[in-house]
């Protein structure tokens, strides 16, 4: 989905902003906008795919497949009998892989 709207909002806004130079202003705020549109400033980890080594058009057998998986190499119970900090490690990207498969069923259910 290519998104438009930050950079229309940026132009108006840094053209109001900078009276003085309006054309500055706009081009300022054309680039602002851009950046926002093309998620330049979001968060590497609000990406549920990559948690699962997956890209967007991934299928649902995909999806599971890779839950499955990732599930199997990192369940706690696994590395049950390993030392706590190895156990925690576990535990850890187990709750970060469960996060990430609800978020894609989520996604998906919309």
Known sequence: MKRWYGK???FFAGAALLRGNPFLGA?????????FDTDW??????????VLGLTLEA?????????RRLMAQYHPDRVAQAAPDIRQ???????EI???YDRIKTLRRR
């Open 8 to 10: 229309l909002l940026g």
């Open 27 to 35: 081009v300022i705020g054309v680039l602002i906008g851009h950046a």
């Open 41 to 50: 400033f979001k968060l590497r980890g609000d990406n549920p795919y990559a």
């Open 59 to 67: 299928t649902d057998g995909e999806v599971d497949q890779a839950y």
């Open 89 to 95: 490690q576990a535990e850890t990207k187990a709750r």
């Open 98 to 100: 469960n996060r990430a």
